[in-house]
T-cell receptor, first 116, second 113 residues
Framework: DTGVSQDPRHKITKRGQNVTFRCDPISEHNRLYWYRQTLGQGPEFLTY????????KSRLLSDRFSAERPKGSFSTLEIQRTEQGDSAMYLC??????????????FGSGTRLTVV | TQLLEQSPQFLSIQEGENLTVYCNSS?????LQWYRQEPGEGPVLLVT?????EVKKLKRLTFQFGDARKDSSLHITAAQPGDTGLYLC?????????????FGKGTKLSVKP
């Protein structure tokens, strides 16, 4: 068990460019979550998957954001036409469905996005 | 409006001191969790409290869940520099979906040697 892996760790992009982040959850975890964290704030929920199905999306997730988990394993989060306000740490977490959120999530180290 | 309010926002103390940080809400939670986050890293789960009035201990850390399941506290005894970090509480909100946790803004703790 190597934990939750996120790639890249850091990304600097110019405003207007598209970026894609990858998350590899713990292999036996069927739930995968994306959160965004800005400076001085706690993580804010973006979306989550159970296996390959995207079950919920936050209203924070504008049309420029899309997430996939095609085979129920790794997930990608794409941001199109990035804006400076998208600069944040993007965190991925995973858990076992049967254990529910009350048993906690395992987070990755995050991808730090800077839009210049 | 922040569903979970954490206080204080910042805390700077000397090694060996005791401290308590708080996580409060007007809403009821099925469970509350505490995480610690270091700069540039993801949060790491410390504990989950589920039952109203529950107290859990993890070495020098004591966690308590309020009787009404609306608030929680974290007490650290004889703080050490290694306790430095951002302490986040997160709730499994009964009024929300079953798929996500709601986080507070955190308490940034600095323990000086």
């Amino acid at each position: 068990d190597t934990g939750v892996s996120q790639d890249p760790r850091h990304k600097i992009t110019k405003r207007g460019q598209n970026v894609t982040f990858r998350c590899d959850p713990i292999s036996e975890h069927n739930r995968l979550y994306w959160y965004r964290q800005t400076l001085g704030q706690g993580p804010e929920f973006l979306t989550y998957f159970q296996n390959e199905a995207q079950l919920e999306k936050s209203r924070l997730l504008s049309d420029r954001f899309s997430a996939e988990r095609p085979k129920g394993s790794f997930s990608t989060l794409e941001i199109q036409r990035t804006e400076q306000g998208d600069s944040a740490m993007y965190l991925c977490a995973s858990s076992l469905r049967d254990r529910g959120p009350r048993y906690g999530y395992t987070f990755g180290s995050g991808t730090r996005l800077t839009v210049v | 409006t922040q569903l979970l309010e954490q206080s204080p926002q910042f805390l700077s103390i000397q090694e060996g001191e005791n401290l308590t940080v708080y996580c409060n809400s007007s809403s009821v939670f099925s469970s509350l969790q505490w995480y610690r986050q270091e700069p540039g890293e993801g949060p790491v789960l410390l504990v989950t409290v589920v039952t109203g009035g529950e107290v859990k201990k993890l070495k020098r850390l004591t966690f308590q869940f309020g009787d009404a399941r609306k608030d929680s506290s974290l007490h650290i005894t004889a703080a050490q520099p290694g306790d430095t970090g951002l302490y986040l509480c997160a709730g499994d909100w009964q009024g929300g979906s079953q798929g996500n946790l709601i986080f507070g803004k955190g308490t940034k703790l600095s323990v000086k040697p």
